[in-house]
């Protein structure tokens, strides 16, 4: 086995300082409750869902995302954290991840090794999400579910983590100035070629502020 990349080492040795420990989930509501005001209703509930933050263990830590399918009513196209709505026999944000990423992606509970939560998001589809930040062992399979999952990608720790790759953008929107991140990835389709993944909107401000724990 290759040996292992130093600063993996380092940032996996971090986590547990800088995230939630699982005794302890985020509430409602989310850490950018404040700027969602200009979208949506403050005083209407969130509805709860989780995310899988799942780091295939290796040589080199890569974070397991997806591309959604493009027929999709909400985010079709678009990268993103298996994840989803909380069912209401969910017992909690951990059995929703867990749950939403083996009917997205297929993998098995089994393989994966729940660390801690990063705090709340709100979406502007009217979700407060959960980030799940798991390890997953390292020959676990994935199968992508055809009807949700238009592909499966893994993306280096290092790369996600190194301000270098995160672009800000600006926009007009509604006469005021919003600003949101990117992290555009070269990497590779199923078929083995070059691809550019997309990584933006809530999955990018998600891995920003993991970036920011980190980076504290």
């Given amino acids: 086995m290759d040996a292992r990349h130093p600063a993996a080492d380092r940032v996996l ?9 699982l005794s302890d989930p985020p509430i ?7 700027e969602m005001a200009d979208w949506l209703d403050p005083a209407s509930p969130r509805r709860p869902a989780a995310v899988l933050l799942g780091l295939r263990e290796g040589s080199e830590p890569r974070l397991i995302l997806t591309v959604r399918t493009a027929h999709l009513q909400a985010h079709g196209g678009q990268v993103a954290f298996p994840g989803g709505r909380r069912d209401p026999g969910d017992a909690d944000a951990v059995a929703t ?6 009917e997205e992606i297929g993998l098995d509970p089994a393989a994966v090794t729940p660390l ?23 020959h676990a399979p994935l199968l992508p579910a055809p009807d949700e999952v238009a592909e499966v990608f893994e993306v280096p720790l290092s790369f996600l983590m190194n301000p270098a ?12 100035r919003r600003e949101f991140f990117s992290m555009p990835y070269d990497g590779a389709d199923a078929a083995g070629q070059p691809r ?7 999955t990018a401000a998600m891995l920003r502020n993991l970036y920011r724990f980190l980076a504290a």
């Fill in 97 to 102: 991840a867990l749950r939403e990423s083996q």
């Fill in 196 to 202: 550019r993944f997309f990584i933006w909107g809530a």
């Fill in 28 to 34: 409602a509501p989310g850490w950018n409750h404040v």
């Fill in 165 to 176: 790759n995160h672009r800000r953008h600006a926009v007009d929107f509604g006469g005021e």
């Fill in 13 to 21: 040795a971090r986590l547990p300082s800088v995230l939630r420990p």
């Fill in 116 to 138: 801690g939560f990063l705090d709340c998001f709100e979406t502007i589809s009217g979700f407060c999400v959960t980030p799940v930040v798991a390890r997953i062992a390292e």
